[in-house]
């Protein structure tokens, strides 16, 4: 569906408009990161305080949900969750688009963590990982595999439909409420877009650090 009044097109990617405001979000976050980062100081200045507290703070509720494997993960659920948000976030200028309403890019997400944790099992586990998947005793293994395989193949499947969904639904209604009534009837949905994409990165970032954190687990 091609989306109107987007101030930021690539020629030939019009119908396509997840593709340019994808690595929009990515640049503006490498750039953030980037002026952030540049001179670190012992008395931080305004943007290395809120970076601090945006580490520090998801640190601590990796630790909470994880336990000490956290540190170890915080590359990739800091980056992908930095990502999610922002992508939600730049939906809501008029003009923009969220990345994250595509279902290309919420599957893309949703697959990266989906491979990671069965990388992390399998290195951290070995081939004994595969007692995850049949239960606790070897006579229940014909009956747990399938149930399992189901339950994990279906992961990637729920993440990326649910982040789409919201996403997707948001926009769809905020143009609708733009084309009717410009300038009062948005701003309830800006307000409450502002809300569910925050809550929506969360959500995303919870799941991902639950089955992390299973796969780090022994098999029982």
Not at 79 to 91: D, E, K
Not at 138 to 147: C, D, K, S
Request: glycine share 8%; charged share 10%.
């Amino acid at each position: 569906m091609k989306e109107p009044f987007l101030y930021l097109t690539i020629p030939g990617l019009d119908h396509s408009p997840h593709v340019t405001y994808m690595w929009l979000t990515m640049v503006l976050l490498l750039v953030l990161g980037y002026l952030t980062t540049r001179r670190l100081q012992l008395l931080p200045g305004p943007g290395q305080s809120l970076m601090e507290l945006f580490v520090g703070g998801l640190l601590d509720f990796m630790e909470r949900v994880m336990g000490h494997h956290a540190k170890a993960h915080m590359p990739v659920i800091g980056g992908i969750v930095s990502f999610i948000i922002s992508a939600n976030l730049l939906g809501i200028i008029p003009g923009l688009f969220s990345a994250t309403a595509n279902i290309n890019v919420t599957a893309g997400c949703a697959l990266t963590i989906f491979l990671y944790y069965q990388y992390i099992g399998f290195r951290r586990h070995g081939v004994s990982y595969i007692k995850h998947f049949t239960g606790p005793v070897w006579w229940l293994a014909p009956l747990m595999l399938p149930i399992e395989l189901i339950s994990h193949f279906i992961r990637p499947f729920t993440l990326a439909l649910r982040l789409f969904a919201n996403m997707h639904g948001h926009e769809i209604v905020l143009i609708i409420l733009t084309l009717l009534v410009p300038i009062v009837a948005p701003l309830p949905i800006v307000f409450l877009g502002i809300f569910v994409s925050f809550i929506q990165g969360f959500v995303f970032m919870l799941l991902s650090m639950i089955y992390i954190a299973g796969a780090e687990e022994e098999p029982h």
